[in-house]
T-cell receptor, first 111, second 118 residues
Framework: NAGVTQTPKFRILKIGQSMTLQCAQDMNHNYMYWYRQDPGMGLKLIYYSVGAGITDKGEVPNGYNVSRSTTEDFPLRLELAAPSQTSVYFC??????????FGPGTRLLVL | AQKITQTQPGMFVQEKEAVTLDCTYDTSDQSYGLFWYKQPSSGEMIFLIYQGSYDEQNATEGRYSLNFQKARKSANLVISASQLGDSAMYFCAMVPRTSGGSNYKLTFGKGTLLTVNP
């Protein structure tokens, strides 16, 4: 039981490049979330999903896209990377009224 | 909208002593949940403790307890008998539990960096 896994662990992008951050969970939760954490700050919600085929915007969705074709996977797509997207990205799963289980994070540097 | 305020950017405590990390929140929801997470230097987010707004007793989990004062909208974390391994960033967070479109969003504070001195 791996919980929540994220790949890659670290990535350097050039401005304007695109990439997909992968997230998978084996906890059979319907709810999944993407957060970003800027240096010295708390986490901010980018997108969330309440089940396969259903996604919605969080607090900071601009520059990102998501899809949810299965219960297990919730990839986050960055189009036209910008330096402002340099951050640590966390995927999480869990019912909203209970604790959320976080992946180990992906460190992204956009140069 | 929800807001979490953690007014202590950094705290120091001696090993084996207790420490309180402050958290105040603002919400118009009647039902909500409050969380504390620990983030060590390795970066992962570790769940510590949860308090529901209608829970009559303060939550406890081992050395962690949550001092919940609903009227003052505060949810302070108390760590007893601090250990060197408690040195980390601590985040307070909340989620509304009402029906509607916003009840899936966890709102985080900016965190408090706790340093435990030997």
């Amino acid at each position: 039981n791996a919980g929540v896994t994220q790949t890659p662990k670290f990535r350097i992008l050039k401005i304007g490049q695109s990439m997909t951050l992968q997230c998978a969970q084996d906890m059979n939760h319907n709810y999944m979330y993407w957060y970003r954490q800027d240096p010295g700050m708390g986490l901010k919600l980018i997108y969330y999903s309440v089940g396969a085929g259903i996604t919605d915007k969080g607090e900071v969705p601009n520059g990102y896209n998501v899809s949810r074709s299965t219960t297990e996977d919730f990839p986050l797509r960055l189009e036209l990377a910008a330096p402002s997207q340099t951050s640590v990205y966390f995927c999480a799963t869990g019912r909203p009224e209970e604790t959320q289980y976080f992946g180990p994070g992906t460190r992204l540097l956009v140069l | 909208a929800q807001k979490i305020t953690q007014t202590q950017p950094g705290m120091f405590v001696q090993e084996k002593e207790a420490v309180t990390l402050d958290c105040t929140y603002d919400t118009s929801d009647q039902s909500y949940g409050l969380f504390w997470y620990k983030q060590p230097s390795s970066g992962e987010m570790i769940f510590l403790i949860y308090q529901g707004s209608y829970d009559e007793q303060n939550a406890t989990e081992g050395r962690y307890s949550l001092n919940f004062q609903k009227a003052r909208k505060s949810a302070n974390l108390v760590i007893s008998a601090s250990q060197l391994g408690d040195s980390a960033m601590y985040f307070c967070a909340m989620v509304p539990r009402t029906s509607g479109g916003s009840n899936y969003k966890l709102t985080f504070g900016k965190g408090t960096l706790l340093t435990v001195n030997p």
